[in-house]
């Protein structure tokens, strides 16, 4: 609504002061055509008023113009004062075109009854004076009727534009309304997404090693001769993996019932983390890991990495672990990062089976598998591009990330390719 109303004054104040100009023209010859004495100063007087009038409005009609939509009869008085400069001036001065601005501002206010309105009475009077001026000689019918239907047709206009702009307001809100519940219906996409990465790269994983370690020790405890200290170090496993599965259940309540963080969140240490997390996978899963990663003095000179940055690039890194070691029945696993160029590059690489052949990412979707899906997403968000296939090597899969270190700064938005 306040588009159109904006574009109404606008309208209305491009009308007064075209009103304002062509008073000032017509004002030194409806002064000179004035009779002397009382004349003289009515007229001067309806110049005043008019001119004034004119100038309030155009100047500051957010204050006055609420008052002129109110009161119609201050626009009939100011049309019956104008008209003694009209009888004064005549109609063949410029004062003929302010008649024909009230119509026009009377549609523009008041809709299409005051235009039907005003045009009526500014009609009449335009007759009359023409009427009364020019009744020693005999008009062409054509003259006399030209001005009274140029108010007609400037009243239609100003009706026929106040309800293509209130329809083009109703128009624009309807689209806000639209665009607002499609914003809110993306976030919540938006926000299902990340809870369902979070909850696959997190919980479910966790889960998935307490069935293991819960179905190790139930092999182990069914055996004849059962030995207590392996029973013992498998049901230490599954204690620690469920205390572990509850820290990121809670980890995961507390997000929801918080805040994004701001703009200028703590920055992760995100190298340790990562040297810590691959530490940790070697010993869990028995498998040779290797990590290279920058030299000291070239992460000296890094930007330090934003927190949700780091977090994806933890995120992609242990899911790309995970899958070397549940689906690929791999040997090796070697992650490597280093910097080329403009590029932060994060590799991971396993001697396994590879993908099978065909495999996308609409493929993996529908068959219920999230892992691949959530790591192209995670590169997205955070800006970088992403590979996962054979890349340069004749066996196993390579899941490479590259970070621009203009992202280090600043998010950004870069497509993710599968």
């Known amino acids: 609504m306040k588009i159109q109303v904006s574009a109404l004054q606008a309208m209305c104040r491009q009308v007064f002061g075209f009103r304002l100009a062509m008073i000032a023209l017509a004002a030194p010859a409806a002064l000179l055509h004035a009779a002397p004495g009382l004349g003289v100063r009515l007229v001067g007087g309806a110049v005043v008023v008019t001119f004034m009038a004119s100038y309030v409005l155009f100047r500051d009609w957010e204050r006055f ?124 996409s938006a926000e299902r997404a990340r809870l369902a990465r979070e909850m ?13 370690a819960a179905d190790g020790l139930a092999a182990t405890a069914s055996t004849e001769a059962p030995d207590p200290a392996r029973i013992r170090a498998q049901a230490d496993l599954v204690s620690r993996s469920a205390r572990r599965a509850a820290t990121e259940s809670r980890e995961l309540l507390r997000d ?6 701001p703009d200028g969140a703590e920055d992760v240490p995100f190298w340790p983390e990562l040297h810590a997390y691959i530490r940790d996978f070697t010993s869990r899963t028995a498998l040779n890991t290797t990590c290279v990663l920058p030299p000291p003095n070239t992460l000296a000179a890094l930007p330090p990495l934003p927190a949700p940055l780091a977090r994806h690039l933890l995120s992609i890194t242990a899911e ?25 590059r994060l590799t991971v690489h396993d001697d396994g089976r590879g993908l099978p052949a065909g495999t996308t990412l609409d493929g993996l979707r529908a068959s219920g598998h999230f892992g691949l899906l959530g790591m192209v997403e995670r590169a997205a968000q955070m800006g970088a591009r992403i590979r996962i296939g054979r890349g340069g090597h004749e066996r196993g899969t390579e899941v490479r990330v590259e970070v621009p270190l203009s992202a280090l700064n600043h998010s950004a938005t870069a497509p993710a390719e599968p």
Not at 327 to 344: F, I, Q, R, S, Y
């Open 65 to 188: 113009g609420p008052l002129l939509l109110r009161h119609p009869s201050l626009l009939a008085a100011d049309t019956l004062v104008g008209s003694l400069l009209l009888i004064s001036a005549g109609p063949d001065t410029t004062l003929a075109y302010v008649s024909v601005c009230t119509p026009l501002l009377a549609g523009l206010v008041y809709s299409w009854r005051g235009a039907a309105c005003f045009a009526s009475l500014q009609s009449l009077i335009l007759l009359l004076v023409h009427a009364t001026l020019k009744a020693d000689r005999h008009a062409p019918v054509a003259e006399a009727l030209l001005l009274p239907g140029l108010c007609v047709i400037a009243g239609a206009m100003g009706s026929t534009l106040r309800n293509l702009m209130l329809r083009f307001g109703a128009a624009t809100q309807a689209l806000t309304t639209v665009q607002a519940r499609l914003a809110a219906a993306e976030a919540v």
């Open 200 to 212: 696959h790269d997190s919980v479910a994983k966790t889960l998935y090693g307490v069935a293991l």
């Open 256 to 261: 929801l019932r918080q805040q994004a963080p």
């Open 320 to 344: 790309a672990l995970e899958n070397a070691h549940r689906h690929a029945c791999a040997t090796e696993v070697d992650v490597h990062a280093a910097v080329h160029g403009e590029l932060l």
